[in-house]
């Protein structure tokens, strides 16, 4: 009876799974879009505040994070390139969390590491199961892209 009832829940369930993958991946591209808009509004600032927190280069990390974070919220809007765009924008999340947020506890609230730490696993999700059947991943590369 159990087992009966798991699998007909799983199989009604597993049928939103790209809708799923869908909407969780353009919410975390959203999440992304405003800090990369304000990254790039004034590089400079950026890369200056990179070298206040002694992150090497910071001119040249401040252009890759933001170029990371933009072509990051395309990719995973389109769903294109979805696990490569995930594990680097995964280090992106690991370097904020350790430069910025840490240090500030696990709080959202109090500008803790609680948002980069589900933006990171959301990007796990996306890296190890892809971006759905609801991507150019699927359209271009098939199920096992």
């Known amino acids: 009876m159990v087992f009966t009832i798991h699998s007909f829940v799983k199989s009604i369930l597993s049928k939103g799974e790209s809708i ?61 390139f979805t696990r490569l765009i995930s594990i680097l924008l995964m280090v992106v999340m690991a370097v904020a969390i350790i430069t910025v947020h840490i240090s500030h506890g696990f709080s959202a609230g109090d500008n803790g590491f609680e948002i980069p730490l589900y933006y990171m696993l959301f990007l796990a999700i ?18 096992d892209q």
Not at 36 to 43: E, G, V
Not at 126 to 143: H, I, Q, T, V, W
Request: glycine share 8%; no cysteine; proline share 4%.
């Open 20 to 80: 799923a993958l869908l909407l969780a991946r353009v919410a975390v591209a959203y999440g992304f879009y405003e800090p990369a808009m304000q990254k790039w509004s004034d590089i400079d600032a950026i890369a200056t505040w990179f070298g206040t927190m002694s992150i090497p280069m910071p001119t040249l990390n401040a252009y890759m994070t933001a170029t990371t974070e933009i072509v990051g919220v395309v990719l995973l809007t389109l769903g294109l």
């Open 126 to 143: 996306f890296a190890s199961f892809g971006a759905g059947k609801l991507s150019l991943d699927y359209l271009l590369f098939g199920e």
